[in-house]
C-alpha cells in the first residue's frame, strides 16, 4: 500500500513538471497575437529580473497578460520585448 502511494505522488509529480515545462500557445486577448504564456517566475527568468518585477510591469501596464480561473498570472510572452517605441 505505501508503495502504491508513492508511485502515484511520482507520477503526479512529473505531470506537474512537463505541464509547466511547455508553455500554452494560444492567441492573446490583449495583442491579438500568437504567443506563449508564461508563468511570471518563466517571465522573469526569460527577461533576467525577479518575478517582483513581472508583477510590477503587469500592474504599471509595461507589460500585459492574463488571469487564470484560479487567480494567478500569466504573461504573454510577446509583451515581454515589444519594440521600444521612439518619439520623435
Excluded: D
Amino acid at each position: 500500500m505505501v508503495a502504491l502511494i508513492k508511485r502515484r505522488l511520482e507520477i503526479v509529480a512529473f505531470e506537474r513538471e512537463r505541464i509547466t515545462a511547455s508553455p500554452a500557445q494560444m492567441p492573446c486577448p490583449v495583442c491579438q497575437q500568437r504567443g506563449e504564456f508564461l508563468t511570471p517566475e518563466q517571465a522573469g527568468a526569460l527577461a533576467q529580473v525577479k518575478a517582483q518585477t513581472i508583477y510590477r510591469w503587469l500592474a504599471q501596464g509595461k507589460s500585459h497578460g492574463v488571469r487564470t480561473a484560479g487567480g494567478g498570472h500569466r504573461v504573454c510572452r510577446n509583451s515581454l520585448f515589444r519594440p521600444l517605441q521612439i518619439s520623435h
